[in-house]
């Protein structure tokens, strides 16, 4: 029996994915720390390892784990990266024994994209679809620029066809999914099948190419800075995973003009930090926010609770090519205090700052509120802003609100994120209380 095994990388909103079938295996698109797919092999030996296209958000492990285990690194025709590999053409089946791949060339997310197609005994059984066709959505066509989006996105419509005509009970395995930043509009689950799809999938029911591009492309939301560089190193060969250890360093011996990223609570951060350091509490987002608002030219230092804060924080920045860290400084708190707020209400008056997503505030926003996405800020508050006056930070969970009240404090402003309450709750809050 077929067994394919999905992998969650919940901070990039990625699935990678390990089939085995009859004492062989088959690595469909896994990130750079691969070894923790190759544990699951019990015994088979892996064939192939299948990238269904050269990757925005993050840096592959299909090069290094071909190489560890000796299996066939396959990669679209098109993509002609600078390393050794077996090309994927179009409806050219790779056999072995019971077991086939077919790749169906899918272009639309990028250009040379291929989802593979698994056929056992002659019978398709599962689908591996990439950012072609997602649960719910299918993958963006812009993140090549806009110039090229309207190419892709009409590549895309087509793509999305050849997928929907294969059998109804064929399993489908996408890459890109719910979280992720290259779903054109919000994934639904993990997995899905073709019949349901087709069934329910606002993608799949334009009645024409026109008004699903014009869908496409319309209401696209920001993306990480990093992604621009990480089609380049996953072109020219991803290296291999780097140490998740760094150099622990003291508090006194930092330059002042050196990048803090402080990854401790947003508590912790309030009860005293380094001056202009940026607050971005871990959890699975780390890395991406990290990659999005830090400069990735400038090594910088973290600041952890401890050893295992520490080793996460190195495996995220891996993911997505951060490589180079000038050290670590565990559990110290610098000199400088500030607020964080645990309410279910703001002062009256007082202003709330939205930081959520262009897309989160279309849905939902309120005339009393200013609104400025959390990567805005880089450059500042917004001009409505009263800087003398307290700002009071909300989002949707309290963790974009951490990170944007660190940015905001850069420009001198006394921000407070609010960690337990949303936008809707102050402002139901605020309406209740006026009663």
Same mark, same amino acid.
């Given at each position: 029996?077929?067994?394919?095994?999905s992998?969650?990388t919940?901070?990039?909103?990625?699935s990678?994915?390990l089939?085995k079938?009859d004492?062989?295996?088959?690595?469909v698109?896994?990130?750079?720390?691969?070894?923790?797919?190759l544990?699951?092999?019990? $015994?088979?030996?892996?064939?192939?390892?299948?990238?269904?296209?050269?990757?925005n958000?993050?840096v592959?492990g299909?090069?290094?784990?071909?190489?560890v285990t000796?299996?066939?690194?396959v990669l679209?025709?098109?993509?002609?990266?600078?390393f050794?590999?077996?090309?994927?053409?179009h409806?050219?089946?790779l056999?072995?024994g019971p077991?086939?791949?077919?790749p169906?060339?899918?272009p639309g997310?990028t250009?040379? !994209?291929t989802?593979?197609?698994?056929?056992?005994?002659?019978?398709?059984e599962?689908v591996?679809?990439?950012?072609s066709l997602?649960?719910g959505?299918?993958g963006?066509?812009d993140?090549?620029?806009?110039?090229?989006?309207?190419s892709?996105a009409?590549?895309?419509?087509?793509s999305?066809?050849?997928?929907?005509?294969?059998?109804?009970e064929t399993?489908?395995?996408?890459?890109?999914?719910?979280?992720?930043?290259?779903?054109?509009?919000?994934?639904?689950? !993990?997995?899905?099948?073709?019949?349901?799809?087709?069934?329910?999938?606002?993608?799949l029911?334009?009645? *024409?190419?026109?008004?699903?591009?014009?869908?496409?492309?319309? *209401?696209?939301? %920001?993306y990480?800075?990093?992604y621009?560089r990480?089609?380049?190193i996953?072109l020219a060969g991803?290296?291999?995973?780097p140490s998740?250890?760094?150099?622990?360093?003291?508090? *006194?011996?930092?330059?002042?003009?050196?990048? /803090?990223?402080?990854?401790?609570?947003?508590?912790? @951060?309030?009860s &005293?930090?380094?001056?202009g350091?940026l607050?971005i509490?871990m959890? !699975?987002?780390? $890395?991406?926010?990290?990659g999005?608002l830090?400069?990735?030219?400038?090594?910088?230092?973290?600041?952890?609770?401890?050893?295992?804060?520490?080793?996460?924080a190195?495996?995220?920045?891996?993911r997505i090519?951060?490589?180079?860290i000038?050290?670590v400084i /565990?559990g110290?708190?610098?000199?400088?205090a500030?607020?964080?707020?645990?309410?279910?209400?703001?002062?009256e008056?007082?202003?709330?700052l939205?930081?959520?997503?262009? &897309?989160?505030h279309?849905?939902?926003?309120a005339?009393?509120t200013?609104h400025?996405?959390?990567p805005?800020l880089?450059?500042?508050?917004p001009?409505?802003?009263?800087?003398?006056? %307290?700002? @009071?930070?909300?989002?949707a969970?309290?963790?974009?609100?951490?990170?944007a009240?660190?940015?905001l404090?850069r420009h001198?402003? *006394?921000?407070?994120p609010?960690l337990e309450?949303s /936008?809707?709750?102050?402002?139901?809050?605020?309406h209740d209380?006026?009663?």
């Amino acid at each position: 029996m077929i067994e394919v095994l999905s992998f969650r990388t919940e901070g990039l909103g990625d699935s990678s994915y390990l089939v085995k079938y009859d004492g062989r295996a088959v690595l469909v698109d896994p990130q750079r720390d691969f070894e923790r797919f190759l544990d699951h092999l019990a $015994g088979a030996e892996l064939r192939w390892v299948l990238e269904t296209h050269l990757h925005n958000d993050y840096v592959s492990g299909g090069l290094s784990a071909a190489r560890v285990t000796g299996a066939e690194l396959v990669l679209p025709a098109s993509a002609a990266p600078a390393f050794r590999h077996t090309p994927a053409f179009h409806g050219e089946d790779l056999v072995d024994g019971p077991l086939a791949i077919r790749p169906l060339h899918t272009p639309g997310h990028t250009p040379e !994209h291929t989802s593979y197609l698994l056929v056992v005994e002659g019978r398709p059984e599962a689908v591996f679809s990439g950012g072609s066709l997602l649960v719910g959505s299918a993958g963006r066509s812009d993140l090549l620029g806009m110039q090229r989006a309207e190419s892709l996105a009409r590549l895309q419509y087509r793509s999305l066809r050849r997928l929907a005509s294969l059998p109804a009970e064929t399993g489908l395995y996408p890459t890109h999914g719910a979280g992720s930043f290259c779903t054109a509009s919000a994934a639904g689950g !993990h997995t899905s099948t073709i019949g349901a799809e087709v069934g329910s999938n606002p993608a799949l029911a334009h009645p *024409d190419e026109d008004s699903f591009v014009a869908a496409h492309l319309e *209401d696209l939301q %920001p993306y990480p800075r990093y992604y621009a560089r990480m089609g380049g190193i996953n072109l020219a060969g991803p290296p291999p995973m780097p140490s998740l250890v760094a150099k622990r360093l003291e508090p *006194d011996a930092i330059d002042p003009s050196t990048p /803090v990223i402080d990854a401790r609570s947003a508590d912790d @951060y309030a009860s &005293g930090h380094f001056p202009g350091s940026l607050n971005i509490p871990m959890s !699975h987002q780390f $890395g991406t926010w990290f990659g999005w608002l830090v400069p990735l030219d400038e090594p910088a230092v973290l600041v952890v609770s401890d050893a295992d804060q520490a080793r996460e924080a190195l495996l995220q920045l891996a993911r997505i090519g951060i490589d180079e860290i000038l050290g670590v400084i /565990v559990g110290e708190a610098g000199p400088v205090a500030s607020r964080t707020s645990r309410v279910w209400e703001v002062p009256e008056g007082a202003q709330i700052l939205d930081v959520r997503s262009p &897309g989160e505030h279309a849905v939902f926003s309120a005339p009393e509120t200013f609104h400025a996405y959390v990567p805005d800020l880089l450059d500042g508050p917004p001009s409505e802003i009263d800087q003398a006056e %307290p700002v @009071y930070v909300a989002c949707a969970s309290g963790y974009r609100s951490a990170i944007a009240a660190s940015l905001l404090r850069r420009h001198g402003i *006394d921000a407070i994120p609010v960690l337990e309450a949303s /936008v809707t709750d102050l402002l139901n809050r605020r309406h209740d209380s006026a009663v």
